[in-house]
C-alpha cells in the first residue's frame, strides 16, 4: 500500500518561499518570508516541512558555514560561500564524477553523490575591505 502524502497549504507557502528567491535563502530567511504570508505559521512548521520537500528531492539543502542553506536546483553543482558576509551562489563548474570513482575505490565505499563547497569572499566583500 503507498502512502499519499497531501499537499499542504504550508508546505505550498514554504516552497513557494524557497522559490521566489535566488539567494540560497536559509531556515529562517524562508520562515521569515512566510511569516509575511500567515502570521499564524511557527517557526518549527516552516523548518519541518523544508526537511520534508528536501527528502522528497524537492529542493536541495547546502550546508554550509553558519548554517543549512536552501536551493532549488536539483541537479549536482558546486556552491561557493563568502567568509565574511554569508552569501551563498552557484559556481559554473561541472560536477565531477571522477571524484565519486576516485572516493569509492580508495574507501570502499559505493558513493551516490558528493558536494562542494568552496570558500572565499566575495566581490562586494572585497570592495568593502579594500575602502
Known amino acids: 500500500m503507498t502512502v499519499q502524502r497531501r499537499n499542504t497549504r504550508q508546505r505550498t507557502l514554504v516552497l513557494d518561499a524557497v ?21 499564524k ?44 558576509c554569508g552569501a551563498v551562489i552557484d559556481a559554473s563548474v561541472p560536477y565531477d564524477h571522477e571524484v565519486d570513482d576516485a572516493v569509492a575505490r580508495s574507501t570502499g565505499f559505493l558513493i551516490a553523490d558528493h558536494s562542494t563547497l568552496f570558500e572565499g569572499i566575495c566581490p562586494a566583500c572585497q570592495q568593502t575591505l579594500n575602502s
Open 41 to 84: 505559521i511557527s517557526r518549527a512548521t516552516v523548518y519541518r516541512n523544508l526537511r520534508f520537500l528536501e527528502g522528497e528531492h524537492a529542493i536541495t539543502c547546502v550546508k554550509a558555514p553558519g548554517g543549512d542553506r536552501f536551493d532549488l536546483r536539483l541537479d549536482a553543482h558546486a556552491h561557493v560561500v563568502c567568509t565574511e
Open 19 to 39: 522559490r521566489n528567491r535566488r539567494d540560497h535563502p536559509s531556515a529562517e530567511d524562508i520562515y521569515l518570508d512566510v511569516r509575511a504570508q500567515d502570521a
